[in-house]
């Protein structure tokens, strides 16, 4: 089946400009994660929707950082006036809701490279 | 104070042998989940294994195992009979059970490299 896609792979733009960036989930997983990955580290949290419920935003670095979910389904994590320290890779994960102590895989997608400028 | 440390930050082994990837961790969650992503060149976090607080064995997949030591705190990869395309980077990451986010906490990753 379709895995978690993102659009667009690569993003150029000029220092002070908004992006916005596009996951499509895996169809049927109600949870959805934003990642942010700059050069040579590790993953670090941005932003977590669950079905109808409101967003974890504790990860999101500035104000400059927002993200929505429409009908539960596509996200678009949006960045406002972007700065140089934005370019990064972002990357987007689905996995169907959590039970209990079970663990459901967060699969990810392929990521958008942002350069700032 | 790091929630998940990888203390290597690369790491060489001959094609066909067995290779440790260490990680650590620190919660006070005593139901947690520990995974392991393989990220090659091409950026793709590709889900290789995971462990739970609460299993009894160490979990397999595969070539790769888990080295779960609760007491000590630490869940080390082992992948066995390496082979070329196991050239990427390794992110160890925990996912704490109490927290209703439930998103994943990522160590700084091991970048493996098998020789031929």
């Known amino acids: 089946g379709a895995g978690v896609s993102q659009s667009p792979s690569n993003k150029v733009t000029e220092k002070g400009k908004d992006v916005e960036l596009r996951c499509d989930p895996i169809s049927g997983h109600t949870a959805l994660y934003w990642y942010r990955q700059s050069l040579g580290q590790g993953l670090e949290f941005l932003i977590y929707?669950?079905?109808?419920?409101?967003?974890?935003k504790s990860g999101l670095p500035s104000d400059r950082f927002s993200a929505e979910r429409t009908g539960g389904s596509v996200s678009t994590l949006t960045i406002q006036r972007t700065q140089q320290e934005d370019s990064a890779v972002y990357l987007c994960?689905?996995?169907?809701?959590?039970?209990?102590?079970?663990?459901?895989?967060?699969?990810f997608g392929p990521g958008t490279r942002l350069t700032v400028l | 104070a790091q929630k998940i440390t990888q203390t290597q930050p690369g790491m060489f082994v001959q094609e066909k042998e067995a290779v440790t990837l260490d990680c650590t961790y620190d919660t006070s969650d005593p139901s947690y989940g520990l995974f392991w992503y393989k990220q090659p060149s091409s950026g793709e976090m590709i889900f290789l294994i995971y462990q739970g607080s609460y299993d009894q064995q160490n979990a397999t997949e595969g070539r790769y195992s888990l080295n779960f030591q609760k007491a000590r705190k630490s869940a080390n990869l082992v992948i066995s009979a390496s082979q070329l395309g196991d050239s990427a980077m390794y992110f160890c990451?925990?996912?704490?059970?109490?927290?209703?986010?439930?998103?994943?906490?990522f160590g700084g990753g091991t970048r493996l490299m098998v020789k031929p």
């Open positions: 929707f669950q079905g109808n419920s409101a967003p974890d």
């Open positions: 994960a689905s996995s169907r809701k959590m039970t209990g102590l079970s663990y459901n895989e967060q699969f």
């Open positions: 990451a925990m996912r704490e059970n109490d927290n209703a986010g439930n998103m994943l906490t």
